[in-house]
């Protein structure tokens, strides 16, 4: 099988993945604003948000790491067991201070009118974190079937739990109905809300079952040679998604403070509209992290990466596009009429999260000649841009603001990152053909939203033209790559 169909395949396996688990979770979203009330819903929120940051920190980039050296080791077991042995510590290490320190943690999280969620909290990061390397191993090792059938398990769980006790167990209570003392006790011992959270912990702990045999089979040696190597290498990264974390969620924050938690409920709304570009841009990554790094060492690696883009910046366009021609459509299903002022931010965000999975793409020039402390300037430098333009925007041009801010940080981070590889690690991206086809598609897309909107033919009209213009260009690869 060629390269580059086995990237496609085992894309799609990964996409599946990705994709299903965050579909279903943000399908969840009805069911906990049905079930809950708007302050335990902000609960929730707030209890992910520090979700986010925490995974980061403890993980500390270990698992870039872990396939950055994963085929460069000759011995498997050395580069497996170090890794694991380094989250497993960093795990235990959080669950002691966590335990010592757990009143100020929960005073700093605002957990106070509910302790339960501060133990629910550290056990989901405890068990995600242990879990961190045995899910990098299958996919260092092609294993994408077992990967998603173990992450689909997952989902299982976290449905089941979720449908029991928030839509199913309330419907019976509330037509009388009997239910077992287990659970009926359950359920009315437990806050609402701290069902989503064990739901997750319990699917995290099963999953994490399921891997450890993969993990257990190796034999348990801590290399600290090849650890000082990882960290060395790691650590960036982590800075890196501290600084992720904070562009994905300050804007967020600051709306509610700057404006009121009304904008920022009804931006946060409309925001999760693209969650649909997210999901294309985490199946890419799933399947292109290890395959960058287990095809650098062949003479046309540089050239596939080249084509890599290409194909990324193709298919994102017509996703970008297609979402913005049917937005009318797709929020009607997912967000209440309520929130609907907010949804001109789509397209500006939609565009910024094309932008950084481009970003994504460019970002392996310095994963593969460990200058990773790059990861960490880029990073850095959203972060700074994201910032100042909220603050000293939002309160001239309300939430739009932010948008536009997402929108500016991950177009510099792509820029920036694209110049200086080119010094490093450069690769014949072909920029007049790719950047045609973003020009094109936000060309497109600005006519559509703005002067077409709900017109479905000539915006269909218009997206059918491009993609015939994109076959066009294409057709000889398009053909190569079936018949490989």
Not at 49 to 60: E, G, H, K, S
Not at 326 to 343: G, V
């Amino acid at each position: 099988m060629s390269a580059l169909k086995r990237f496609f395949k085992d894309t799609i396996i990964y996409g599946i993945a990705a994709v299903l688990p965050r579909v279903i979770n943000f399908l969840l979203v009805k069911v906990h604003t049905d079930a809950l009330p708007t302050n335990n819903y902000a609960e929730n929120t707030n209890f992910y948000i520090w979700i986010a940051l925490f995974a980061v920190l403890l993980t500390f980039g270990m698992e870039t790491a872990f396939f950055r050296f994963y085929n460069a080791e000759k011995k498997k077991d050395s580069i497996v067991s170090t890794a694991f042995i380094s989250v497993l510590t960093s795990a235990i290490i959080f669950l002691i201070i966590a335990f010592i320190f757990s009143d100020f943690f929960i005073k700093l999280f605002d957990f106070t009118t509910n302790p339960l969620q501060f133990k629910l909290f550290v056990g989901i990061l405890a068990i995600d974190t242990i879990a961190v390397i045995p899910f990098a191993y299958l996919r260092a090792s092609n294993r994408p079937l077992k990967y998603t059938a173990i992450k689909l398990i997952n989902v299982g769980v976290i449905v089941l739990i979720n449908l029991l006790f928030l839509k199913f167990i309330p419907s019976f209570v509330e037509q009388g109905k009997n239910l077992p003392k287990i659970l009926n006790e359950t359920y009315n011992s437990t806050p609402l809300v701290n069902f989503i959270f064990i739901a997750n912990s319990v699917g995290s702990a099963i999953s994490l079952v399921l891997l450890l045999p993969y993990v257990l089979k190796f034999k348990w040696s801590f290399n600290n040679v090849l650890f000082k190597k990882m960290v060395a290498y790691s650590w960036p990264i982590a800075i890196a998604g501290i600084a992720y974390v904070i562009n994905e969620n300050l804007d967020k924050i600051l709306i509610g403070k700057m404006i009121d938690k009304n904008a920022m409920g009804i931006y946060s709304a409309c925001y999760k509209l693209a969650i649909f570009m997210n999901l294309y841009i985490m199946a890419f990554r799933l399947g292109a992290e290890p395959f960058f790094f287990n095809h650098s060492g062949e003479k046309t690696a540089k050239a596939t990466y080249a084509k890599i883009l290409n194909y990324f910046i193709i298919v994102g366009a017509l996703v970008f596009v297609g979402i913005v021609i049917f937005i009318d459509l797709l929020k009607r299903p997912f967000i209440n009429e309520a929130y609907w002022d907010a949804i001109i931010i789509v397209p500006i965000v939609l565009l910024a999260n094309l932008f950084l999975g481009i970003y994504h793409n460019l970002a392996i020039w310095y994963k593969l000649t460990d200058k990773t402390r790059f990861a960490m300037y880029f990073s850095i430098l959203g972060a700074i841009i994201t910032i100042l333009v909220n603050i000293i925007f939002i309160p001239i041009f309300g939430f739009i603001a932010s948008a536009w801010a997402t929108l500016i940080a991950y177009a510099t981070m792509m820029l920036v990152s694209y110049f200086i590889g080119k010094k490093y690690y450069p690769v014949p991206y072909n920029l007049k053909k790719s950047g045609s086809y973003l020009a094109a598609s936000i060309i497109i897309a600005f006519i559509s939203f703005n002067y077409f909107r709900e017109n479905y033919v000539i915006s269909v009209g218009l997206v059918l033209a491009f993609a015939f213009l994109i076959y066009f260009n294409e057709k000889k690869e398009i053909l190569a790559l079936i018949k490989k």
